[in-house]
C-alpha cells in the first residue's frame, strides 16, 4: 500500500511558489498576507505562527495582526476594511474561530473577495460551482485534489464518496471532484450525519475522502480493496506514553484500513502540509492576478 506524502507534494508546491514570488519581485511586486487573529486559542495561535513563518520562509509579505479578545465586531470590520484597501495586502485570513461576539459570516463577506485566499466569500463559493478558475478554492480541499493528481490517481470516471458536508472541507471537496478537468470528473457520492447506511456507499468508493472530525471513524469495513483513501482528519487523542500526552490522528483507522488501500495518506504528513501549501499558493495567485 503506497503512502501518498503530503509533506512532499507541499515541498513542490512551495517551490512553485518560490519560483513566482521571485519572477513578482523581479517585477517589484511582493506578494503579501495577512492573518488576522482574535483572542489567544492557543491552537489558533500557533496556527497563525506557522502560517507567518511559512510566508517569511518563502520570502512573502506577511503581516499578523494579533487582536484582543474583546475586540467588537465594528473593530474587526475596520481592521478588515483598511486591508482591503491595503495595496501590499494581496490575501487575507481571519482565523477561525473568533470570539463569539463577532459574526463569523459577516466578516467573511466583508473581505475583499480578490483578496479571500481562504475561498469562503460567496463570490468565491459561487466561481468554485461554475468552473470560473479566478476564484479561489478553500486550501485543504485544494490540496486533497493536488495529492490526487500527485500520486496519479485517475479521478475521471472514478466513484469518489466525500464524507462531511463542511463548507470548510466536505461541499468544495464535492465540487472540485465532479468538476471538469484533472483531479475531476468523478462520480461524487456526499454523505454526513444524517447518511443511513454508511458503509454501504463507502463500500462502492474508488476514492474516499474523510472529512468528520472523529478519530478512527473509517474502519476497514468502509473501505473496498483497492480504494484511494484521504484522511483530512486532525484529531487530537490521548496518548499517555508521549512527552505531550497526546498525538495527532486521522479520521481513519489507519492500521486496518492501509492493508486494504491502493494508496493512503498517513495523519500526520498527508492532509495537514498541503493546506498551508496551498493558502501560499493562493496568496501567490491572487497577486498575479491583482497585476492583470
Ligand atoms: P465539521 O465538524 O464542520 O464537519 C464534519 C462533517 O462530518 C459534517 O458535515 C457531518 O455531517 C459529518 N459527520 C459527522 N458525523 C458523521 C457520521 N457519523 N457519519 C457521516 N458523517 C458524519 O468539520 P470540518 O471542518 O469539515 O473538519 C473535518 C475534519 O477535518 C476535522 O478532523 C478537522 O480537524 C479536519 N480538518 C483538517 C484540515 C487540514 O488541514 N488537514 C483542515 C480543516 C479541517
Known amino acids: 500500500m503506497p503512502l501518498i506524502s503530503g509533506t512532499q507534494v507541499a515541498e513542490k508546491v512551495l517551490a512553485e511558489c518560490h519560483r513566482d514570488i521571485a519572477a513578482l519581485k523581479a517585477r517589484g511586486v511582493t506578494p503579501g498576507l495577512a492573518v488576522v487573529l482574535v483572542g489567544d486559542d492557543p491552537a489558533s495561535r500557533a496556527y497563525v505562527r506557522s502560517k507567518d513563518k511559512k510566508c517569511r520562509d518563502l520570502g512573502l509579505h506577511s503581516v499578523k495582526l494579533e487582536l484582543p479578545a474583546t475586540t467588537s ?4 470590520l475596520e481592521v478588515v476594511a483598511k486591508l482591503n484597501a491595503d495595496p501590499a495586502i494581496h490575501g487575507i485570513l481571519v482565523q477561525s474561530p473568533p470570539p463569539k461576539q463577532i459574526d463569523e459570516a459577516a466578516i467573511v463577506r466583508a473581505i475583499d473577495p480578490a483578496k479571500d485566499v481562504d475561498g469562503f466569500h ?4 459561487a466561481k468554485l460551482a461554475l468552473e470560473d478558475p479566478t476564484g479561489f478554492v478553500p486550501c485543504t480541499p485544494l490540496g486533497c485534489q493536488r495529492l490526487l493528481i500527485e500520486a496519479g490517481i485517475e479521478t ?15 461541499k468544495p471537496m464535492a465540487m472540485l471532484l465532479m468538476a471538469k478537468g484533472p483531479g475531476g470528473d468523478a462520480t461524487v457520492t456526499v454523505a454526513h450525519s444524517r447518511t443511513r447506511d454508511l458503509a454501504a456507499i463507502t463500500r462502492q468508493a474508488d476514492i474516499i475522502i ?12 468502509h473501505v473496498k480493496e483497492g480504494a484511494v483513501v484521504i484522511d483530512v482528519g486532525i484529531n487530537r487523542v490521548e496518548a499517555p506514553d508521549t512527552e505531550k500526552g497526546y498525538k495527532l490522528v486521522g479520521d481513519v483507522a489507519f492500521d486496518e484500513v492501509a492493508p486494504k488501500c491502493r494508496a493512503i495518506t498517513p495523519v500526520p504528513g498527508g492532509v495537514g502540509p498541503m493546506t498551508i ?7 501567490v495567485k491572487a497577486c498575479k492576478q491583482s497585476l492583470q
Not at 474523510?210 to 469495513?221: D, L, S, T
Open 122 to 125: 460567496p463570490v468565491n463559493v
Open 277 to 283: 501549501a496551498m493558502l501560499m499558493a493562493n496568496t
Open 156 to 170: 475521471k470516471g472514478a466513484h469518489a464518496v466525500v464524507i462531511g458536508r463542511s463548507m470548510i472541507v466536505g
Open 210 to 221: 474523510a472529512a468528520i472530525g472523529r478519530p478512527y471513524f473509517v474502519k476497514a469495513e
Open 73 to 76: 465586531q465594528a473593530e474587526l
